[in-house]
């Protein structure tokens, strides 16, 4: 596995400095889905902060999540979340209660409204029954749908849909939050806030976001990586992949950091 | 002339005071919003809270695809139908149908295919294995009362009500594991079918009638089979619906 943590030396600007344990350690996690080789031996370690994901259709993001959400159990490799080891069935139980997790396709029963569809997950992530409501409150009116709490989920709009999807996933305040795509359907405006409640959440928890949407990395995130073939191929914070973009022409994108994020798939294939 | 002494303002509390009347406005609001915005619970999901202990477990049962109204009322028509049939015809329908349509509603009980919220569910502290042997166990005992209704009110065939319960559960348990090995409640419930079926057509066959699959004699006959049937759709059930550290150890067994 190829990590590139600095790029040019001299333009790296530090990635904001993380505390405890780490809330992600990877170590040689590889996973295949009959010939394809979806995870490639991922190194990884990650602590508080928002670190987002980047690369492009299959090169293994959405697997990545769906181990770290302990779904998926990787075919080689150890895993650590939280500190915690989830082979331990009662360490992943305690990992699951300060987990959040939004899958890129998720589903939901038509007639809950938008409340019962949180509460729902509240319950499930064992959350102290009196505290049940006022978290989910919360975590409406964080993903600004107070005017939709009691409207049912089928009557949602997609983008509304992902905002109660995010609720749910940040209603128990997780320690570890993995949010696969979330800001597909949300309109500009939803997605300025929803970067707001993403670095706010990346204040105190681990929180790892796959995207397509590079703009959002550069603006939500403190670190990126960049995955292709399975493999982590760049490792750094925005401003190193913006650097690596920084003149026009190379890279083929628009942005200074679309460009960046060109040159290093570009690179990561030659190899 | 009336000279006035400055009276010292009393406030009447204390600075400690204060602070001990200060009240969080945000979270009094946000109870304020819980309370308008959540819908109690219905009666059921109150009983099944109360007797599993668990408000998680009470939602995941109440939230069973093949528990709800329309799916039990369909259920309860087609055992109605079987029963008038039978009544009219002297033949066993109830019992013919009865593993079928459990089959194909335990199937639908969990997992991927069937319930929209599982990817989510899965990343859940509360036991997935718990969530669906709770919602099987419910969904087995409604269609098994629904089947032993429609029996009781079939003249001449009330007395294979036992019987049938055998193949019942075999039936079901076979399209539950086809259900968590595929991931798809489709798969499952077409097993179970499928199953049923070349019983009922072997049968057919070997006896010129239908019926002859939940005859007592042959209800005993094939008893050790779907004994068979049973003990290893449960164990195949039990291993893959379970965390994974001890399905990957029984796999380095193996």
Redesign the interface.
Known sequence: MVVTTASRPGTIAAPRERTGAPGVLLRDVRHAFGRHQALDGIDLSAGTGVLGLLGPNGAGKTTLLRAL???L?PSQGSIRLLGRDP???DE???I??R?G???Q?????PNF?V??FI???A????MP?GQV??A???A??RVGL?DR??TRMKSLSGGMLRRAGIA?AIVNEPELLLLDEPTVGLDPEQRVLFRGLLREMGERATVFVSTHLVEDVAIACNEVAIMEAGAIVFRGNPVDLTDLGAVPGDGGGDSAIERGYGLVLASARKR | MTTCTPIPFDPGVTEEDMHSLDVDLD?VW??V???L???PANRIERIAGSLLRS??LA??LV?TPSLILSWILASAAVFVLGAIVAGATATPIVPLLAPAIAGVAVAFAYGAGA????????????SARMILLLRVSVVFVTNAILGSLATAIVPGVADVTVLWLLPMVAISLLGLAGAVVTHSATIGGSASLAVWGVIVLAAQFRADHFSAAVSQSALQALAPVYLLITALSLGVTLWMSG???KR?ELAGWL
């Open positions: 959400a302990t779904v159990k082979r331990n069935n992943m139980r305690q699951r209660r987990l997790y939004l899958p396709q998720f589903g939901y029963y409204t409340f019962e509460e729902y997950f319950l499930l992530k064992e029954p409501k006022a989910v409150s919360l409406i009116q107070e709490a009691k749910q | 979270h946000l109870g919003t819980g309370a915005w959540s819908t408000p998680a939602r995941a939230t319930d929209p919220t599982y990817e989510i569910s899965r990343t859940m502290p509360t965390d994974g550290a990957r």
